[in-house]
């Protein structure tokens, strides 16, 4: 570990996003060789009782219920944004005004608008040495990464599908309650913001090509929930309580897509198919090759190489375990998997990186604001009968 | 085996289904217990000299290059069509005035008003208790019959998501020659028609809820091929020849779609997904269980039951080969799987059934005039921007 | 088909192997072209009614209850012995002594001395043109066969581990009922003999190695069972009935095993393993790939080869159905999967292929004896405290 | 966090096994609410300067060359001893005579004499308050944890087989170097002790049953094998390098087993299975229901429940990601998986949890000498021509 002064984070959440960002920022140091260590200086949330159990839970030098003056501090230098999208803009305006590096979670705002307004300002940032990051986690799920590379180098040939699922069950149950993810007020929209944003932003990375345009439809199968008193988090299954309020986002979203490459996509994002969990699927087949991936199974990738001999050929089932993979000299021998939070500890090792670097990371905001604008093109289509509707400022 | 009198099929084509169809009137009777005894009376193709080679490889007992004569013998009662759908009404219309029971592959037609025209003449002929069958052969497949038992029973509650795919890729070598099945001549469509069709019925049948509208995109990703001299059947990889011709049909369908029971539809159909080479797959999410098939593992049946332990819950490898199971009872002991071809001997066993018993059978040729109709839809959805377009007849 | 004179066959045996060779003879000729037309002449079993109805229903010219006379009737080419392991030294000497070619199911005998009578009578027959065949039909299931191809194209390297499973669960209850299978007298042994003789054959067969010593346990979980009044074939689950009868055989049977290459074998047959309905797993590691196979997936073949690129290894899942496959050319496009009769049906054409070009054919009557030996080692090393015991014969 | 006094950790060894104890004490306490905080004090390495990085790089507040004052420092409480097996003991001894709480890696000791002294030391210490337990980490993989509560629920009936496979591939080649591991003296057994113990101790644990007999043999397929100038760790492959030296365990140990409750055991450890990585694998039948686990897909468990309704019987995938499931409650949403080191965090959770109720825990000291006395009873039936060998101590 170098002499060099310590990167030190402000956090600000407490809930899911942060316990996660927490073990990121915990093990990256310590698993990795960075060039600069980290210390975990202040975790911000809303109750003071709550926030200041969470500190000593997670770790926390310090915890702060005022988010703005703990990003303004002189003493920290990553402000690291793990509240509702609601909140993204304001919180991240401020840190990028103090000078300091941002990573946000996704999506990165609940409008265009708002994303656009960010991404200006991580760009004016990035002239001072500013580093601002979007937290798609998947990327550097060690199998994502993976994909990526193996189609970096030409091995699938041009692509011509693209297939991506994200599909969960949480909200399967009439009963499950209305937390704030399925209001549109805090949360944007509903699965289509929260997971379909991952899968149009891996698909796009791990093509290296942009959604053009989408015809889509959207769902709410479910359209009253019972209302918590405090609703923070996933939420329970099943929680009682004798008043209902409105679900105002979509339970589920599905559309097809143009990509720039030529390639014709097919999306869904649901968290009511029974029994999938968990299920980030992507699939990319190309003229040479294809390539499959499913987050239930994290640590295993599905690759097929048509030059393969044939009467040989097959989806190699690889364990994205060895030391030649993304992140994995790291970690264990072969064999021996990871878990779904160390794709946060390589966003954290990643920014560390490219902060002493001073060097630029992706997902950047304008990455994400191009994910924002899919979102867009997905919600207007939906609204003009599934018209074929272009996104926003692609070619 | 009964002493009635047999029942007696000619057979029109020669190809891959005329193969199927020989198969599955072989065997049919002699592994099922069936009310008529049936003969291969008569195969008729084109080219006299391989149509008798046919009729003895196969074991049929005459030859004929004469469809007309064939079907109209006295002595036939059943005639199953599997030439291409350019012809099928035709032949169709002939048998049924001839009073014959038929069978005819899928797709029904090339047309909506060609399939109407055989539904309307098969509705007559039923009058005069003539059976008419259109082969989507895979409500046959066990595992799939399973299917739409256990949703028929209600186990999956509401259906919310159908989610189906057809995944070849036999097209996917731009050196593919050009074969009947790429020009709209001949084959009405391309994947869309072949094998979109079949997930199309897949997907109603199950669910036993019609697609009521659909947004669609079309693609051909290889415009030209090499034209062979005398193209029939699958055609091989990467036939020489140097003159090419354009390729008339889509390589590829991707839509979404509304049933009349609520659920979002995703489909795609692509005859150009590299390794996945019969990827037949649907799946059902409903607000109590799921359900998914893929026909790679064609004797599995995936099935999530929510109202399972929590903590033990899991979808459930069901190997689909047990004598509780559609078919199975006259087949092998459990854990024995069977093969692709035994759905067209369960198509025939339910055939002579129905005949015997005089009473109908799906799909109808009003079953497969709905699936058109879809077809049409997609169709015409992906030529005006992909809006979401009714489709013709549904409520 | 060519105008020689066909090959008439004689098959003993109406359940379940019964069934399954007579589909066998019924479809070779149809799906593959072979050098002799055959003839389902004449079907023998104990019961003259029921024997009527196979016959009728099974497509069998005659029916007959007199072997003997059966199998010396001039117009038999073929003998097919489908009985019970009692039986088949009595039948299988006399229709070699006739001058018939036969093939016999596995296990070729109850014990050593019977199969090395066998196996002279053949060797003797085999001078007199006449062809004789063991039924391990699973060498024949095409991913099988693939299997044994690769290891023969030298692609695993020197053979270091040899893994075989043969599982089942059909009497898993204690209320399944004492059929044939569960005597010693007419089974010879219970699941090492049945089940365990397929694995050692297919193990055998698949490195081209011999095993030359065994380590073994055999148990019987379940040592009483319900009295059938008429146990014939695989009996239901559950049968009723007050009294009971002794299992003289083994439920189970696990041993390791030396092969004359070095390798260290691994065996497990069982018939109490329950959700395991026929799991007939064998996975071979040699020095430079792996292969692994489980029938509940027979159109699949697992493998692994080393010299693929660092970081882009895994196991390929061979969809084993593909022209370039053993056996497939005749049958169906690629990913169109076959099913367990169809192993029989290759045994069938194999065997045609054989006798008309007078030529020897493997599983012959010496393999299935070296089978017995090992079989034979098994007992003996499990009667003498496990010891490591030598196969007979075996260097 | 408690007020109470943090439990300060003193850690001998700085290998592969010490990173992953390192992140296990750095997580445990962040993740879990635990009465006592974790403090870790000192890292004890033979080479001074790699200790210092290492103590730098996993976070250890100092680092020591001299395990005997670190074990007896008065300000250590828990020593956590990640050498290799030949020191275990000497560690362990003095550890606990100086009243510390004792983690010892497994296998607990060489020796079954050696593991004997450490059982008696511990038994004594426990009077005194003090806690030991050996690192059979698996059992705290969740999976694992679950398949032993659902066996205890007496959810599989009576238990009639084990099958257990630890696979992995790491020197295939016979270029891969000559490590401690492959060294008798340091490792006391090769491919044995080291993961065969793993899943013997699983097997026991699993079933509540403890194997009394076993029958095995043991290869060493690769006997020399090329030197290097400090081999520590898992080696990599393909290593160069002159002088070859001697392997002088075992690559692979196979043997059957007796168990005392009935049931029949199979079991096979290999290090030269290619493709498998880390292929640890138990699978359980009994009367009533069946279980599986593959460590290569860690977040699964196949369950089998023979009571499930005819037809619609399979084995269950469950994801073990729920909050009802083992550990889990403290970690991700359904469907986010854990990786291989967070074993580890629970087996730290649940020794501080001990130790700060003062109860006994598992794994302990006795336990792990049951295992090092079925390693010793293989490997006397190996050495006596796999004659079925009591373990001793057994009924």
């Known amino acids: 570990m170098p002499s060099t002064t310590p990167l030190r984070v402000a956090m600000i959440g407490t809930a899911f996003m942060g316990r996660a960002h927490s073990q990121a920022w915990?093990?990256?140091?310590?698993?990795f060789e960075l060039p600069r260590e980290v210390e975990m200086a202040v975790i911000v949330g809303r109750d003071p009782g709550r926030t200041d159990a969470a500190?000593?839970?997670?770790?926390?030098?310090?915890?702060?219920?005022?988010?703005?003056?703990?990003?303004?501090?002189?003493?920290?230098?990553?402000?690291?944004?793990?509240?509702?999208?609601?909140?993204?803009?304001?919180?991240a305006l401020a840190a990028l005004a103090a000078g300091k590096h941002v990573l946000c979670e996704k999506p990165l705002a609940n409008t265009v608008p708002e994303a656009e307004r960010m991404a200006a300002a991580a760009r004016e940032a990035?002239?001072?040495?500013?580093?601002?990051m979007c937290g798609f986690s998947y990327r550097r799920t060690p199998a994502v990464a993976l994909m990526q590379q193996i189609v970096a180098e030409g091995r699938l040939g041009d692509i011509r599908h693209v297939r991506a699922q994200y599909l969960q069950d949480w909200i399967s149950d009439p009963e499950a309650p209305l937390t704030w993810r399925?209001?549109?007020?805090?949360?944007?929209?509903?699965?289509l913001g929260d997971i379909g944003a991952h899968i149009i932003d891996s698909a796009q990375w791990v093509t290296d090509s942009l959604i053009t345009a989408v015809s889509a439809q959207l769902r709410t199968f479910v359209t009253e929930r019972p209302v918590l008193g405090d609703s923070v988090g996933l939420g329970g299954r099943g929680a009682a309580g004798g008043e209902r309020g409105p679900v105002t986002v979509?339970?589920?979203?599905?559309?097809?897509?143009?990509?720039?490459?030529?390639?014709?996509?097919?999306?869904?994002?649901?968290?009511?198919?029974?029994?999938?969990?968990?299920a980030n699927r992507i699939e990319v087949n190309g003229s040479t090759g294809s390539i499959a991936f499913d987050f239930e199974r994290m640590n295993e990738l599905e690759y097929y190489d048509a030059a393969d001999e044939p009467g040989r050929q097959g989806f190699r089932r690889i364990q994205v375990t060895e030391p030649e993979h993304p992140y994995l000299a790291a970690w264990w021998p072969a064999g021996h998997g990871l878990g779904y939070e160390h794709a946060f500890v390589h966003e954290a090792v990643d920014l560390v990186r490219a902060i002493d670097a001073?060097?630029?990371?992706?997902?950047?905001?304008?990455?994400?604001t191009q994910v924002?604008?899919?979102?867009a093109a997905v919600e207007a289509s939906a609204a003009d009968e599934s018209r074929l509707t272009p996104v926003e400022g692609s070619k």
Request: hydrophobic fraction near 40%.
């Open 26 to 31: 915990r093990v990256a140091p310590r698993m």
């Open 55 to 91: 500190a000593r839970q997670m770790g926390w030098q310090e915890a702060s219920t005022d988010w703005r003056s703990a990003v303004e501090r002189p003493d920290i230098d990553i402000v690291d944004i793990c509240t509702p999208g609601d909140s993204h803009e304001e919180i």
């Open 126 to 132: 990035a002239r001072r040495g500013i580093v601002a």
């Open 182 to 191: 399925l209001d549109k007020e805090k949360a944007g929209s509903g699965a």
């Open 250 to 278: 979509d339970d589920a979203a599905a559309f097809t897509a143009t990509f720039d490459n030529g390639a014709l996509g097919v999306f869904e994002a649901t968290r009511m198919a029974l029994g999938r969990r968990n």
């Open 358 to 368: 001073g060097e630029p990371i992706h997902p950047s905001f304008d990455d994400a």
């Open 372 to 375: 924002q604008r899919v979102l």
